[in-house]
Each structure stands twice: as C-alpha cells, then as structure tokens.
C-alpha cells in the first residue's frame, strides 16, 4: 500500500506544477496583452482629441470666414444705413476676434503636441500637429478687417499620428466632407465644403 500511495502522489504532483506552470504562463500573456492594450487605448484616446479639436478647429475657422465675407457685402449695401452699419461694424468685429482666437488656439495646442510628446510624455508623435490651411489676413480696407486668405493648395485632409510602446500606433484623419446636399442653392452648397470629419487611419506614411 505505501508504494501505490507513492505511486499515485508523483502523478498528482507532476499535474500540479504543470498546470501551475502553465497558470503562471497563462497569466504572463495575459498580463501583456493588459499592457497592450492599455498602451493602445492611450494612444486612440489622445489620437482622438486631437483629431476632434483639429476638426471641430477647422470648421469654427472656415465658417468665420464665410460670416465675414457675408458681413463685409452687407456693408457695401448699407453705406447708406448708418446705424445699420455701426451693427455691422461690430458683427465683423467679434467674428474677426473669434476666428484669431481659434486659430491661437490650436497654435498653441501644436506646441503642446511637441512639449509633451503627444499627450503626457510617454509616447512619441510622428511629426507635428498639422497647420491650419489659412494665411494671415490682409490689410483692412474701406469695409474693415478681411477673411483669412486660404493657402495656396492647403489641402483637405490631415494626418495625425502618434507612436508608443510595445511597437503600437494610433492614426487618424481629418478631411473635407466633400458631399453637398442636392437642390439646396448654391449658398449651402458653399457652406457645405467647409464641413469637416475626423475618423481612425492606418498608421503610415502619408
């Protein structure tokens, strides 16, 4: 009976550690894969942000544009209509200072961008924030302060990108929303090129 006891205990032991073996083994990946994944939702989270801030950027800027445009031609009809006109003067005002302001604003989150290596130093941007795809203004006429002059081939579609550990990516895209509604005139259609989208991209050169 001691030897069957014996017998029957090696067995025993050998199937405990090698199932505690594989456990610890099983917990190693599974711990990695943790890891991983923590590292790839840092990197979508802060991808993201950016992106929705470029886009949302984008769209606050091209519309003060069009305001002022549309504001500056009401001025031309109402050089008759003082009071109309100190209105007018004031709308051109406000829309002038918002529109700096979205544009400082992102020139300051591009150097943030860089400072912080993405969003808390921890990973490593694959170049910097894009530009906004406007030049200065030029200098103030008759009619008052003037839109933003577009780039020449400033382009409709941003990249972002930003790299981690464990050889991870995150890419998105920021682009025109090129789709105008059909029979809406052709002062929505103008207004519609200047909707923009952000969504996820295959990390890459571009």
């Known amino acids: 009976m001691p030897r069957q006891g014996g017998a029957i205990l090696l067995p025993l032991g050998l199937v405990t550690a090698f199932f505690s073996v594989a456990g610890i083994g099983l917990w190693g990946v599974m711990s990695g894969w943790r890891k991983t994944a923590e590292i790839q939702l840092r ?15 984008l769209t606050s800027v091209g519309n003060a544009n069009l305001r002022i445009k549309a504001i500056r031609l009401a ?8 009071e109309a006109r100190a209105a007018l003067e004031a709308a051109l005002k406000i829309q002038v200072a918002l529109q700096d302001g979205q544009v400082l ?20 941007p694959v170049g910097g924030l894009p530009d906004l795809p406007w030049l200065g203004r030029e200098w103030p006429d008759m009619l008052g302060p003037q839109p933003l002059r577009e780039k020449p081939g400033g382009g409709s579609e941003f990249y972002i990108r930003l790299a ?25 259609a103008i207004v519609t090129t200047n909707r923009w989208r ?5 990390p890459g050169i571009y």
Not at 43 to 57: F, I, N, P, Q, T
Not at 106 to 122: H, I, V
Not at 166 to 172: P, V
């Open 105 to 124: 604003g992102w020139q300051w989150s591009q150097g943030l961008w860089l400072a912080r290596r993405g969003c808390d130093g921890r990973d490593y």
């Open 164 to 188: 981690g550990a464990r050889k991870r990516f995150s890419a998105a895209l920021v682009s025109r929303f090129e789709k105008s509604p059909q029979n809406k005139g052709a002062f929505n």
């Open 43 to 57: 990197l979508d989270s802060c991808v993201a942000g950016r992106a929705l801030e470029l886009r949302d950027r």
């Open 198 to 202: 952000a969504k996820w991209a295959r």
């Open 75 to 82: 001025l031309v009809a109402a050089t008759l209509l003082p």
